[in-house]
């Protein structure tokens, strides 16, 4: 598989439950549908990656991006996850999630509170990107999964950069969502309790861009920056 | 070590970096310091929560809270890792990553764009909390820290909301923290490049608050949920 890029599947449709993506409650909380998936991937850039080290979890954050029906991260080449996935199959067993929170939801009982959140886990086995072009592509979706355009207003990483980072790549076969949305859930007999319930929103803001001391001049901030 | 809390560790001074704490690159961006790693754990309340089924690394979105030197999280006693971590020792091999995401950084080159963040990684391995008393505590826990001083304006669990509730307890004692903080960290030669750069604020907002539509009349939004 190394290097040569497989077709994608078509971006509609739905992905297969498996064994592991089926949760074994709030099973009315998950979701299969690709274009969802999609979009809650779409709408970040950090992501937590799971892999086994000594038989132990590790769970490190990392950036993400997302080209068709996979998923690629970066780092050095020395790092730990990338120096485990190695070049050599069979790749480096991986879970990766992406979470967003949406509400705080406060009952009236504190057993009845909750999050609204849409996240998304993908299991699969990540393999270093080999193929030159598929790693170029790989590294723009990273850099406009943060900023959407800004790969092309930003020098490309020259030979010793791009020999430097190491990109994995995860299919997206394996994939669920789980999200929660809408109001408070309180036990009938609970209604009439002097607490206040609700859902407060929570969102990501960006506030206003600060521009390096050394920018030189006549440098305007662009448009895709002051559209977030 | 079910059913009898020991005593937390003085709340001072640094946590000893071990094998698994120390990274294999950027080790400028790590600390040890308790201070830290505590206000970035209490600054949060949703956790990715790691753990090994069959094999394979699973990733998990979760709430959790912290008493001194102790994580939990909570979850049905039907959900996957509660029930892995069961009642009896050695418990489930569990890490636990917190991450707040600060800035993004937009450098000049592709290479050097970067994430302001501060992230906390806890190694060890989580037990269910049997002893009664603790797992109420720790219940109160995992609802202030999404909203301080909620836990005492809310009904607490009934017999039966308790019972069905599992709590994992983990020691804060392999931790670490990392951090980037700062500004744009271009190559002397790519600072007259004609690309913006500089540094773009993410922080979490608080919306208006929605009262539940059959909130009962005459309960006024509470101070601390004005304070978010």
Redesign the interface.
């Known amino acids: 598989m190394q290097g040569t890029p497989k077709p994608t599947a078509p971006p509609s449709g739905a992905y297969a439950p498996t064994d ?1 993506t089926v ?3 709030s099973a009315k909380r998950a979701s299969y549908d690709r274009e969802l998936v999609h979009a809650i991937l779409d709408e970040g ?2 992501c ?6 000594d ?7 990392t ?1 993400y991006g997302r080209v068709g029906e996979r998923l690629y991260v970066h780092g ?1 080449t ?3 996850p990338l ?1 485990m996935a190695g070049q050599a199959d069979p790749g480096l ?5 992406v ?1 967003h ?1 949406d509400g ?1 939801v ?6 009845h ?1 909750s ?1 609204n ?1 849409r ?1 998304v ?1 993908v ?1 699969g086995t990540a393999h270093q990107v080999t193929d030159p072009q598929e790693k170029r592509a790989a ?2 979706a990273l ?1 406009d999964h ?2 959407p355009g ?2 092309a ?6 030979a010793k ?1 791009f020999a430097a ?1 190491a990109v994995l790549r995860l299919d997206l076969e394996e994939v669920s969502a789980k999200l929660r949305t809408g ?2 859930n ?1 036990e009938p007999e ?27 001049p006549g ?4 448009d895709y ?1 002051a559209a ?1």
Request: hydrophobic fraction near 45%; include cysteine; proline fraction near 9%.
């Open positions: 592991r949760p074994t409650r850039y950090v937590h990656l799971g892999f086994v080290r038989g132990a979890p590790v769970v490190l954050p950036l050095s020395g790092s730990r120096r067993p991986v879970c990766v999630t979470t929170v705080l406060l009952a009236r009982s504190a057993f509170h999050i959140y996240s886990v299991h590294l723009d850099v943060v900023i800004r790969s207003d930003s020098r490309p990483a020259d950069e980072t109001g408070v309180d609970d209604l009439s309790l002097p607490h206040w319930a609700g859902v407060v929103p929570v969102r990501r803001q960006y506030g206003t861009p600060v521009a390096a001391e050394d920018l030189a440098i305007a901030l662009p920056l977030l």
